[in-house]
């Protein structure tokens, strides 16, 4: 079992991921924006990081950093429908540079989030 926080602004996807962790046995926490998931960050340790690229208040890459911060050993998962190439360095690529461990692209299929989440805590043992 992992403790697992979900950062996700689309409160039906963040509800079935939730849901679906919680039938595999993980205990999990939701939140919509990405200020409140550096708050929970601060509160509590978690496991795995499952956390949307574009959040009001602040985005997916700075939860990530946040939460190597003030995680021992986070396991980020970073989620997007897209991620935008702001420059000529590709952000998949600025992602894993501040520890993210894996990034999937939106829609994600439940089994692989599962995989993914049983993955990186097996990672972590």
């Known amino acids: ?7 996700e602004d ?3 996807l963040a ?4 849901s679906a962790l919680e039938d595999a046995g993980h205990a999990v926490d939701v939140v919509h924006d990405g200020a409140t998931a550096v708050q929970a960050l601060q509160g509590k340790t978690y496991d ?4 949307d690229f574009v959040m009001p208040e602040k985005g997916g890459l700075v939860v ?8 021992s050993h ?19 690529d600025i992602a ?13 299929d439940v089994d692989r989030l599962l995989a993914e989440v049983d993955r990186e805590t097996e990672l972590g043992r």
């Open 15 to 18: 509800l079935l991921w939730r």
């Open 1 to 7: 079992m992992a403790n697992v926080l979900i950062a």
């Open 74 to 92: 986070p396991h980020v998962i970073l989620v997007s429908g897209r991620l935008p190439q702001v420059s000529s360095v590709d952000p998949a």
């Open 48 to 51: 795995v990081v499952i956390v």
């Open 96 to 108: 894993k540079q501040i520890g993210v461990a894996k990034v999937l692209p939106k829609p994600v």
């Open 10 to 12: 689309e409160e039906d």
């Open 64 to 71: 990530s950093g946040m939460a190597r911060v003030f995680q």
